[in-house]
């Protein structure tokens, strides 16, 4: 019976490493004083980290701005999140990888307690890809902008020389006619 339930423990555990590695955001489990306990595989995939660089490790040295304490704010979030209605809200962050690279992160944190320690897990995804492609949406925007001014102009110009462009028309057609008229008239 004893065999049985250590069989199923471990099946339990594999099962839950399995769901947690193929998660695509990266899950750290944060002690209260900001150590990370455990993480999952696309934590270690996000900040290009070796399978023992992390654990122990304190999850500030993941935020680029520590004097900002992005940490107490997102701690004092997950605070008034447990105390209120439950609102999960991403935090936009800059983030630093192991080897030092920078990336744009959203994050959320959210209180745990695993066997009456309280703990917290750190979801993070890397947003490089979407901050990219607002980037270039924006500039296609600017360009659109851009365009449709240049097209106002020509319009504008367009519109003033036809303005120019008809009295002088008006008058150089009356000017023609009377020299026909004049040539006609002095041939007589």
Do not use: W
Request: neutral net charge.
């Amino acid at each position: 019976l004893l065999g049985e339930q250590n069989r199923r423990n471990r099946e339990t555990t594999q099962r839950l490493k399995t769901i947690l590695d193929s998660v695509v955001e990266g899950i750290l489990i944060v002690d209260a004083t900001g150590i990370v306990q455990d993480f999952n595989k696309s934590a270690a995939e996000i900040l290009r980290a070796r399978d023992d660089e992390l654990v122990g490790t304190s999850v500030d040295a993941m935020f680029i701005d520590r004097k900002s304490t992005v940490r107490h704010k997102l701690l004092n979030r997950c605070i008034n999140i447990s105390s209120g209605v439950l609102r999960y809200d991403y935090t936009e962050t800059m983030a630093q990888r192991r080897d030092g690279d920078s990336f744009p992160m959203e994050i959320i944190v959210s209180p745990a307690n695993f066997s009456s320690e309280m703990s917290y897990l750190y979801i993070f995804r890397d947003i490089t890809r979407r901050k990219n492609a607002e980037k270039a949406q924006k500039k296609l925007e600017e360009d659109l902008r851009e365009a449709l001014k240049l097209e106002a102009i020509g319009h504008l110009a367009g519109g003033i020389a036809h303005e120019i462009n008809t009295p002088s028309q008006y008058i150089r057609d009356n000017l023609k006619f009377l020299n026909d008229s004049y040539g006609s008239l002095s041939r007589m």
